[in-house]
T-cell receptor
Framework: GAGVSQTPSNKVTEKGKYVELRCDPI?????LYWYRQSLGQGPEFLIY????????DSGLPNDRFFAVRPEGSVSTLKIQRTERGDSAVYLC??????????FGEGSRLTVL | SQQGEEDPQALSIQEGENATMNCSYK?????LQWYRQNSGRGLVHLIL?????REKHSGRLRVTLDTSKKSSSLLITASRAADTASYFC???????????FGTGTRLQVFP
């Protein structure tokens, strides 16, 4: 596709459930970023991939959060045992080479 | 954590006026970028300025960078109602590709 694609666009789940959010970056982009954005705040860095490996995962808030990018393209952000505080918009971005980021429209997660 | 902090947090102006937003950051950087976000949408890249540059222009946008003060400003000239959005600065800490965003300025341009 022409841009970064994120699915689902909206996800409502119950506290304690497992959630997966998918990001399909721009073809050929080697770097992929995940951010989390709460209402009225700036994007909060979670994790950054260069190729298949996580170059920096220092922003993941705790071990309930995990992300993979097994083939260096599509990435999945996985959240276990969701909590109400996880509710936010999860943004994915890609770039080549690292520099200007191209963002998807985000996945809005609501934990009830 | 957020590396940058923008001010003002919110700005309201009339069409045709200029809008100036400021960004301060904490650590040495390779470059600084500005992004725009319309309500409920993803972020769109506006302009990138490298640490060895002091000023850069793109259309109605003018960005300055003062590395000694660890600050940048974004000027939008002759603003339009369509410029209404949130604006964020983002920096990569020196020797990393991790891009950290500021808290944002919400700009409202009235027709």
């Amino acid at each position: 596709g022409a841009g970064v694609s994120q699915t689902p666009s909206n996800k409502v789940t119950e506290k304690g459930k497992y959630v997966e959010l998918r990001c399909d970056p721009i073809s050929g982009h080697t770097a992929l970023y995940w951010y989390r954005q709460s209402l009225g705040q700036g994007p909060e860095f979670l994790i950054y991939f260069q190729g298949t490996g996580a170059a920096d995962d220092s922003g993941l808030p705790n071990d309930r959060f995990f992300a993979v990018r097994p083939e260096g393209s599509v990435s999945t952000l996985k959240i276990q045992r969701t909590e109400r505080g996880d509710s936010a918009v999860y943004l994915c971005a890609s770039s080549y080479p690292p520099g200007e980021l191209f963002f998807g429209e985000g996945s809005r997660l609501t934990v009830l | 954590s957020q590396q940058g902090e923008e001010d003002p947090q919110a700005l309201s102006i009339q069409e045709g006026e200029n809008a100036t937003m400021n960004c301060s950051y904490k650590t040495s950087i390779n470059n600084l970028q500005w992004y725009r976000q319309n309500s409920g949408r993803g972020l769109v890249h506006l302009i990138l300025i490298r640490s060895n540059e002091r000023e850069k222009h793109s259309g109605r946008l003018r960005v300055t960078l003062d590395t000694s003060k660890k600050s940048s400003s974004l000027l939008i000239t002759a603003s339009r109602a369509a410029d209404t959005a949130s604006y964020f600065c983002a920096t990569d800490a020196y020797n990393t590709d991790k891009l950290i965003f500021g808290t944002g300025t919400r700009l409202q341009v009235f027709p």
